[in-house]
């Protein structure tokens, strides 16, 4: 079982930035994976940034040059650097971990920007 607790959410007016963090726990051997999610309101969920255990990364198109990801392995902690926030990043983040062919989730975190 692995269990995400995200933080660093907030309110930022537009063209701030906001520093995501998330941090793995539970008995697992490693993580395959680690991401972000976003859910705006009335929206589908969607892929911000994704990182492998190699550190290969992938954004959203919407996202990208504004955004980027990293994740310690040694802590298995994950975090989302956003630049350059515009009002539509305005939605909950959710922190994933792939494990064992499996997907988890954390709460989620709100990120708020203002215009």
């Known amino acids: 079982q692995v269990q995400l607790v995200e933080s660093g959410g907030g309110l930022v007016q537009a063209g701030g930035s906001l520093r995501l963090s998330c941090a793995a726990s539970?008995?697992?051997?490693?993580?395959?994976?680690m991401g972000w999610y976003r859910q705006a309101p009335g929206k589908q969920r969607e892929l911000v940034a994704r990182?492998?255990?190699?550190?290969?990364?992938n954004y959203a198109d919407s996202v990208k040059d504004r955004f980027t990801i990293s994740r310690d392995n040694a802590k298995n902690t994950v975090s989302l650097q956003m630049n350059s926030l515009k009002p539509e990043d305005t939605a909950v983040y959710y922190c994933?971990?792939?494990?064992?062919?499996?997907?988890?989730w954390g709460q989620g975190t709100q990120v708020t920007v203002s215009s």
């Open positions: 539970g008995r697992f051997p490693s993580i395959s994976a």
């Open positions: 994933t971990a792939y494990v064992l062919w499996r997907d988890y």
């Open positions: 990182i492998t255990s190699g550190e290969r990364t």
